[in-house]
């Protein structure tokens, strides 16, 4: 008998694992979740040598190697939806800051320039294939991933959280960041994560992204206002997500 | 000439490649390497200030973000002189045996454990055995509840930070931990014993190891350095370490004097194994470990006991209260710091030079990078011992013995992929 179920493969370029591990993370669900959607890939856990058709694909990772664009092609070709899993895939996260930075800051890594291996400017995947689902996070929260896969498999539209960071956080009744003078990205980043990290008392670097509607001359201008010098700000806006925040170097080139 | 290419042997984490070429039963090249794309991160933390550190090298590795957070915590204090309190020492250790607890029962479960029973993948273990994976899953549940309550988050925690903690866990929380890991004793022994039971294949290779000790404790996160020849001191360690690349690698491979060495689970088993809590040392002497090994199967037996000893060891770290403290935050801004730390696959290192507080060098050195040298000896001198076995059979026992030192390619820079040349 044929099954019926959705096929579902997870797939890995350049990245920590990190979006992968918070799926596998979801320890109570992971066994019943095998037998609704069938798993046809999964790094390091369930692996085929092929990539073969799905109906949704979840890919990791950034593109930091030709490699990585060739396994992200064929995988584009075989899914039916593709999905970026995670900060890597959506914004090159922290791998994609190296975009910003001057080279002579990693030419002393570079050792494979002298040899086969090639690397090649990082970036997210959505600059070579088109991606119809983002899952943004590092790492997304593990219960947004189950809901993600149980919502596709039954085709039901996925929606973007947009509200900012800290309509989350104000709602957990945590103390303001900015008012203890340290850069915290809350009003300018997409929300979703429940504030994880303000939550801790630890500012929001921004790991998913900005919102479409931030002021970001405004929140310039109130850091300045505490003292942060144009540098500071930029470099902290940038670390995880500038390649997906053009406004910022418009505004802080 | 026959050429045979097999792709992804998977099951482990990352992207490498093995290059095998056997020329009239004899075998004539042998190469591990990491194929993974470059991220650079030594060089992303370049002019940023000191205490971005932690949260970027975290990115690193998902699975040892906690390591890469801490040993980077450690180094910069190194550096400006912070001396942190016993309490963010106690919370430190915890963090990272709990991180210890759920990669081991990831790894010998999900990775290592379907090799010896004869299936594809972990997947494949259901529905026969549903109690031993439940277990699996009960134990890094329990790891992902301590790095939550300790550290904010499962995966890249934020409340560890240069000085201290942001702020104290719930004790209400630190409680429930405390129950738990009291209830899940029994089931780290159990998996413990399930490994015992597994015949593994019984090869010594002569070789070095390499970890931390500490005559106060079973060392995680202090100690000196200690091969089975003499100790060594964290601040020289360029003196005895020394780290090259190679052609076709993205990963760099290091040398400790010159030669190759083992670091890990059994590394720190054959220097420290006398100092483990008493039910896992009750363990280590009813079982091949008693005695120092040279096997690197060994591995999965070390990272089994460990678990008890993991577990043990949280339950006394959680009973006495923690209370509100500040961070200690640095008087200096310029200096050089150095730290290494034991995590799951083995010593971690970071090195940081910072100026005016920027950092103007970084310089990190993973546990994988350490072994990928002797793991390539240990299977140049395995597959000639092999070869009259069906090719199934010695791609197998390859897998499993690269398997066994649980490498994390992510770590050191992506998929194992076997090139097989045959003449």
């Known amino acids: ?253 | 000439m026959t050429e045979i290419t097999l792709s992804h042997i998977t099951k482990i984490e990352g992207h490498a490649a093995l290059h095998v070429k056997i020329d009239k039963g004899k075998l004539k090249t042998c190469r591990l390497t990491a194929v993974e794309g470059s991220r650079y991160f030594e060089g992303l933390v370049k002019g940023r200030n000191y205490h971005e550190a932690p949260e970027m090298t975290s990115r690193i590795c998902g699975i040892c973000s906690c390591a890469h957070t801490i040993a980077a915590q450690k180094a910069v204090e190194r550096a400006l002189d912070v001396h942190v309190t016993d309490q963010t020492k106690r919370l430190r250790k915890i963090l990272t045996l709990g991180e210890r607890i759920r990669s081991h029962a990831t790894h010998l479960h999900f990775l290592a454990l379907p090799d010896y029973l004869g299936k594809a993948s972990g997947l494949d273990l259901l529905p026969k055995y549903q109690k031993e994976i439940e277990r699996a899953l009960r134990l890094m549940h329990f790891g992902n509840k301590v790095v939550h309550v300790i550290g904010g988050r499962e995966i890249h925690p934020v409340a560890a930070q240069v000085g201290g903690f942001t702020n104290i866990p719930d004790p209400q929380k630190v409680a429930e931990l405390l129950e738990e890991a009291k209830k899940l004793i029994p089931d780290t022994i159990k998996a413990a014993q399930l490994f015992l039971k597994l015949k593994t294949p019984n090869i010594q290779q002569g070789f070095d190891w390499f970890s931390l000790t500490n005559p106060e404790e079973y060392a995680v996160l202090e100690g000196d350095l200690k091969s089975s020849k003499k100790t060594y001191t964290q601040e020289h360690y360029l003196d005895y370490i020394e780290e090259y690349h190679t052609r076709d690698s993205t990963a760099n491979f290091v040398v400790k004097d010159g030669k190759s060495f083992m670091v890990g689970a059994l590394a720190r088993f054959n220097n420290n194994r006398h100092q483990l809590m008493p039910k896992a040392l009750a363990l280590m002497k009813h079982s091949p470990l008693k005695d120092i090994s040279t096997n690197p199967f060994h591995q999965n037996i070390a990272q089994a006991i460990e678990t008890v000893h993991s577990m043990e060891d949280i339950v006394e770290l959680l009973k006495e209260p923690f209370k509100e403290e500040k961070r200690i935050l640095p008087t200096q801004h310029s200096g050089h710091g150095i730290a290494a730390i034991e995590v799951p696959r083995g010593i971690l290192w970071h090195e940081y030079r910072i100026q005016k507080g920027k950092i103007v060098y970084c310089n990190i050195i993973t546990p994988t990078a350490q072994n990928l040298l002797l793991m390539n000896e240990n299977l140049k001198g395995y597959i000639p011992t092999v070869l009259d076995l069906p090719k199934e059979e010695i791609i197998l026992g390859i897998e499993k013995l690269i398997r066994a030192y649980d490498p994390c390619f992510s770590c050191s820079a992506h998929f194992l992929k076997v090139d097989w040349e045959e003449g």
């Open chain 1, 1 to 253: 008998m044929k099954s019926t179920k959705p096929t579902v493969g997870f797939y890995s370029i350049t990245g920590c694992a990190g979006c992968l591990l918070s799926f596998i993370f979801n320890e109570k669900e992971i066994v019943q979740m095998t037998k609704l959607v069938t798993i046809v890939s999964f790094p390091f856990i369930h692996e085929s040598a092929e990539i073969k058709e799905v109906d949704v694909a979840f890919m990791e990772g950034l593109v930091a190697s030709p490699e990585d664009e060739e396994v992200l092609k064929e995988v584009r070709k075989k899914a039916k939806t593709l999905v970026a899993l995670g900060a890597c895939a959506h914004t090159a996260c922290i791998p994609g800051y190296r975009h910003f930075v001057p080279k002579d800051s990693y030419a002393r890594l570079m050792y494979e320039k002298l040899h086969k291996i090639k690397t090649i400017e990082p970036g997210p995947i959505d600059k070579y294939v088109q991606v119809d689902f983002t899952i943004p996070g590092c790492p997304p929260n593990k219960r947004e991933i189950i809901k993600s896969v149980v919502n596709l498999c039954l085709k039901k539209q996925l929606k973007n959280y947009t509200s900012p960071v800290c309509v989350e956080c104000r709602r957990n009744n945590n103390r303001c960041l900015l008012e203890e003078n340290r850069i915290c990205l809350g009003p300018i980043t997409r929300g979703g994560c429940n504030a994880i990290c303000t939550n801790s008392h630890f500012e929001c670097w921004g790991c998913r992204g900005p919102t479409d509607d931030m002021n970001l001359p405004a929140f310039i201008e109130l850091l300045e206002g505490k003292g942060f010098t144009k540098r500071d700000i930029r470099e902290r806006i940038i670390a995880f997500s500038g390649q997906k925040n053009p406004k910022v170097l418009e505004v802080l080139p």
